[in-house]
């Protein structure tokens, strides 16, 4: 079955850690999302790729670091320059040009 | 630059009355407009789109939505909601040559019996 994984599903990490979090998509799509969700704020998105090895910031980069070295994987690493990284995170892949969006699981990320 | 408002933070609804959950987007293009649902601890599963065509768009799960551009509008309904409807849906904006899409702050729909 075609879709997106994320991994892993709970993190827990200690104040001044970095931390990498996994997506994997198989629907042979070339855009790839990273989005932060909190409660009442809806979906921001932190960094998006339309291509190996090219990425761009989105509206909430700092404190983030993303790569893309295959199409399939888009890891994200919340580094510790993120003041307040507890959130749920969630990626998505698309064809790109403005066309739907698939969700991963998403990775539920708290800082001790 | 694009936006959505949702201006209903949580609605009530009972077992097998009808709902709507209102979307309003501010784009200065043509938008491509979407319905997503997001169970609790789940990732967003898409309900419907509209691109262009016929204004009233059928998704899954028996929703439907309108898209009204004199409104600037793009409700989702149901004509009879189910307890399994309960969640939280997102409105969101996108359009053709841009890859960013804008999302809504969400609506959280409660089903009473």
């Known amino acids: 079955d075609g879709g997106i994984t994320q991994s892993p599903k709970y993190l827990f990490r200690k104040e001044g ?13 070339d855009a790839m999302y990273w989005y932060r969700q909190d409660p ?7 960094y998006y790729s339309q291509i190996v090895n090219d990425f761009q910031k989105g509206d909430i980069a700092e404190g983030y670091s993303v790569s893309r070295e295959k199409k399939e994987s888009f890891p ?3 580094t510790s320059a993120q003041k307040n990284p507890t959130a749920f995170y969630l990626c998505a892949s698309s064809i790109p040009d403005g066309d739907t ?12 | 630059a694009q936006s959505v408002t949702q201006p209903d933070i949580h609605i009530t609804v009972s077992e097998g009355a009808s709902l709507e959950l209102r979307c309003n987007y501010s784009y200065g293009a043509t938008p491509y407009l979407f319905w997503y649902v997001q169970s609790p601890g789940q990732g967003l599963q898409l309900l419907l789109k509209y691109f262009s065509g016929d204004t009233l768009v059928q998704g899954i799960k028996g929703f439907e939505a309108e898209f009204k551009r004199s409104q600037s509008s793009f409700n989702l309904r149901k004509p009879s909601v189910h307890w399994s409807d309960a969640a939280e849906y997102f409105c969101a904006v996108g359009a053709l040559g841009n890859e960013k899409l804008t999302f809504g702050t969400g609506t959280r729909l409660t089903i009473i019996p």
Not at chain 1, 40 to 46: H, V
Request: proline share 3%; glycine share 12%.
């Open chain 1, 17 to 29: 850690q970095n931390v990498t979090l996994s997506c994997e998509q198989n629907l042979n799509h």
């Open chain 1, 76 to 78: 994200l690493t919340v």
């Open chain 1, 101 to 112: 969006q698939y969700f991963g699981p998403g990775t539920r990320l708290t800082v001790l």
């Open chain 1, 40 to 46: 009442g704020q809806g979906l921001r998105l932190i």
